[in-house]
């Protein structure tokens, strides 16, 4: 579930657009690597071209003393590349429409030889949401451009009038200016009524109070806010949310996030009553059972494996749930949903919990001033046992979240506290992998696999397990060999990633075609046969060579035990040199023993941090690291 943004400008003046240039590469959760960087010099990127600018970004917003407000927005923006074209040829304006109502009041499309080409009424269609398969009163206008080219422009004025605060009394709204596309001018207006008690934020961008304008409401407080950037710069690996470093303007009239929690609170918590339903499911679960947190591990299991995740936006459900019963009853819901049935099944049986406010994406920091921003998922926090549960993460079992929980900042609504969920750590978020292979005389491989993933890679390891169930089984198997470039046949036995009751894991049987000549003399490379192909993803990512932004990491730790058993008559001659290496936080051994024909390989590799950011020259230790892994893969057993 994604809360609603107050001002529904979040990541830039134009959010809808941005996302469509800002995918960013994700590498896998066990070896991503940051780099807190600022800023560098406008040479560094001088052949990025970003597929469009922002020419004109201009709000004026009118704030009322119930914490509603109107705004006129105007947009222009110039296509500079061909991947502009689909861009920036439909633009999006979203808004709830039981809360606001918008209009575009203008748009059209400028030629490159300065034609005007206006968009007509039937051009601007009304939508549900964003097309997924929502219950929602979220709504969206859909502006089409028409002749929409490299070097045209398009143009749009729309105004926004939310007339039902999220909070009642309570106004907050925000802008972050991404660093992806040029922004020629930015420029926001606010105006507020003397009464209204209004805390702001700005960061890289110019402006503070300034002078009424004639017309103002005696005693009203006015803010005027610029921003411009010349040069744009690349997505990064990694790289954080632009919450965690962006210029940006933000108001909010919650004097802090102690304020806002109780905001949310108070309307959230009369939807966890304890119903005569609800609380004789929570009895019937937890018959027989004393120890508390067994209690709680029976009612979130339920809860996890029974209520379909739905993201369910009607009025101000953007913020608040629906009533528990009423989600018991249609067995499905949103995140806030999740959390409010789990709260009354805990509560029904003596149990405190609170929600969470988190966020889900990659922000690692809470701004200043009190917003929505960057809170967009809601889980459940038990203070009794300082624990964190994601209910709408059907395969994370208690104890663990999924990677895009850990290591963010919370907002506890019970108390208004700030905590925090757990860092990743490699003491508890590791894959172990035991392999036994078997290389016959023509130089096929048989042999066996068993994975023992936990924290973060029991989460995703259980998903990919659910998804691969209604697949063809060898189709599943030539993607893993071909990480390794290996081919073969194969299978996985049999697992059911919905049963938390049994300890997780993975076990595989398979046979590769001829990996070496045989008979030798020759020499071959350790097969990696139907297992991860972990090594072989770390050897070949390369980091960029100049960060620009701040990025997120984790810690983990992979290790892997291998017996390789040669036929009868083949004598080796040599085999790999063990390896031992630290590089910053990276930690890689492989040892290599001959008993009699059977090689035995023991390699571990861990990533040792205790928080989810780290220093400028983790790009460096990376890549040191990842020279020792390939020369280590590199090694081969050489036999006659």
């Known amino acids: 579930m994604k809360f609603p943004s107050q001002s529904k400008n979040y990541l830039s003046a134009h959010t809808q657009e941005t996302k469509l240039f800002v995918g960013m590469l994700k590498f896998s959760i066990l070896t991503t690597t940051i780099v807190a960087a600022t800023f560098l010099g406008s040479t560094a990127f001088a052949q990025y071209k970003s597929a469009y600018t922002t020419v004109k970004s201009v709000d004026l917003v009118e704030v009322r003393a119930n914490g509603g407000y109107s705004q006129i927005m105007e947009r222009l923006y110039s296509v500079d590349t061909k991947q502009g074209i689909s861009g920036m040829g439909e633009l999006r304006i979203d808004f709830n429409e039981k809360l606001e109502d918008v209009e575009v009041l203008e748009a059209y499309t400028l030629l490159p030889d300065g034609a005007r080409m206006d968009v007509t009424?039937?051009?601007?269609?009304?939508?549900?949401?964003?097309?997924?398969?929502?219950?929602?009163?979220?709504?969206?206008w859909?502006?089409?451009?028409?002749?929409?080219?490299?070097?045209?422009?398009?143009?749009?004025?729309?105004?926004?009038?939310?007339?039902?605060?999220?909070?009642?009394?309570?106004?907050?709204?925000?802008e972050y200016y991404t660093p992806h596309a040029p922004t020629e001018h930015a420029e926001i207006q606010l105006v507020h009524p003397a009464e209204v008690k209004m805390?702001?934020?700005?960061?890289?961008?110019?402006?503070?109070?300034?002078?009424?304008?004639?017309?103002?409401?005696?005693?009203?407080?006015?803010?005027?806010?610029?921003?411009?950037?010349?040069?744009?710069?690349?997505?990064?690996?990694?790289?954080?949310?632009?919450?965690?470093?962006?210029?940006?303007?933000?108001?909010?009239t919650f004097a802090n996030y102690a304020e806002f929690g109780k905001a949310y609170q108070a309307r959230a918590k009369p939807m966890a009553e304890v119903t005569p339903a609800i609380a004789a499911l929570a009895k019937e679960l937890t018959a027989g059972v004393t120890d508390e947190r067994a209690k709680v591990r029976k009612l979130y299991n339920w809860v996890s494996?029974?209520?379909?995740?739905?993201?369910?936006?009607?009025?101000?459900?953007?913020?608040?749930?629906h009533h528990a019963q009423s989600t018991l009853d249609n067995r499905y819901g949103d995140c806030k949903d999740h959390v409010t049935l789990l709260e009354a099944l805990l509560s029904a049986v003596g149990i405190e919990s609170t929600t969470a406010l988190v966020n889900s994406g990659d922000a690692?920091?809470?701004?200043?001033?009190?917003?929505?921003?960057?809170?967009?998922?809601?889980?459940?926090?038990?203070?009794?046992?300082?624990?964190?549960?994601?209910?709408?993460?059907?395969?994370?079992?208690?104890?663990?979240?999924?990677?895009s929980d850990a290591g963010k900042p919370t907002l506890l609504t019970a108390s208004g506290?700030?905590?925090?969920?757990?860092?990743?750590?490699?003491?508890?978020?590791?894959?172990?992998?035991?392999?036994?292979?078997?290389?016959?005389?023509?130089?096929?491989?048989?042999?066996?696999?068993?994975?023992t993933p936990r924290g973060i890679n029991e989460v995703s390891s259980r998903g990919r397990q659910f998804g691969y169930k209604n697949r063809?089984?060898?189709?599943?198997?030539?993607?893993?060999?071909?990480?390794?470039?290996?081919?073969?046949?194969?299978?996985?036995?049999?697992?059911?990633?919905?049963?938390?009751?049994t300890p997780w894991k993975i076990e595989s049987t398979f046979k590769l075609d001829s990996v070496v000549n045989m008979p030798g003399p020759n020499a071959m490379t350790i097969p990696y046969g139907l297992t991860p192909t972990l090594w072989r993803r770390l050897a070949s990512y390369k980091p960029p060579?100049?960060?620009?932004?701040?990025?997120?990491?984790?810690?983990?730790?992979?290790?892997?035990?291998?017996?390789?058993?040669?036929?009868?008559?083949?004598?080796?001659?040599?085999?790999?040199?063990?390896?031992?290496?630290?590089?910053?936080?990276?930690?890689?051994?492989?040892?290599?023993?001959?008993?009699?024909?059977?090689?035995?390989?023991?390699?571990?590799?861990?990533?040792?941090?205790?928080?989810?950011?780290?220093?400028?020259?983790?790009d460096k230790d990376f890549s040191a690291f990842r020279a020792v892994l390939r020369r280590d893969l590199k090694e081969q057993i050489f036999f006659k």
């Open 364 to 403: 690692l920091r809470i701004p200043k001033v009190a917003t929505s921003t960057p809170f967009n998922h809601a889980i459940t926090y038990i203070p009794k046992f300082d624990l964190y549960l994601d209910s709408t993460s059907r395969f994370s079992p208690m104890g663990t979240l999924p990677y």
């Open 142 to 174: 859909v502006i089409i451009f028409p002749k929409v080219d490299v070097g045209s422009k398009v143009y749009y004025r729309a105004r926004r009038v939310q007339h039902t605060p999220y909070f009642p009394g309570h106004f907050f709204w925000y």
């Open 472 to 501: 063809e089984k060898q189709e599943i198997v030539n993607e893993f060999l071909e990480g390794s470039q290996e081919i073969g046949t194969g299978e996985f036995l049999d697992s059911d990633p919905s049963d938390f009751e």
């Open 199 to 252: 805390v702001f934020d700005a960061n890289q961008v110019q402006g503070g109070i300034v002078e009424n304008l004639q017309g103002d409401a005696p005693g009203s407080v006015r803010y005027r806010f610029s921003y411009k950037q010349a040069t744009a710069y690349p997505t990064e690996s990694s790289q954080a949310d632009l919450s965690d470093y962006a210029p940006h303007v933000a108001f909010t």
């Open 417 to 451: 506290a700030i905590g925090q969920t757990p860092v990743t750590s490699w003491k508890k978020d590791y894959l172990r992998l035991a392999i036994r292979m078997k290389l016959n005389k023509d130089g096929s491989v048989v042999g066996k696999s068993t994975w």
């Open 305 to 321: 494996q029974n209520i379909r995740y739905v993201a369910v936006y009607v009025a101000e459900g953007g913020f608040v749930p």
């Open 121 to 140: 009424a039937d051009k601007i269609k009304r939508q549900d949401g964003d097309g997924r398969e929502e219950y929602s009163d979220g709504k969206v």
């Open 545 to 618: 060579e100049n960060r620009q932004f701040p990025a997120r990491c984790s810690s983990t730790a992979y290790s892997e035990s291998i017996t390789l058993t040669l036929p009868k008559g083949v004598t080796v001659q040599r085999i790999p040199r063990n390896v031992n290496s630290q590089n910053g936080a990276y930690f890689y051994s492989a040892s290599y023993q001959l008993k009699g024909q059977n090689l035995q390989v023991q390699r571990s590799y861990a990533t040792k941090r205790d928080t989810s950011f780290c220093p400028a020259h983790d």
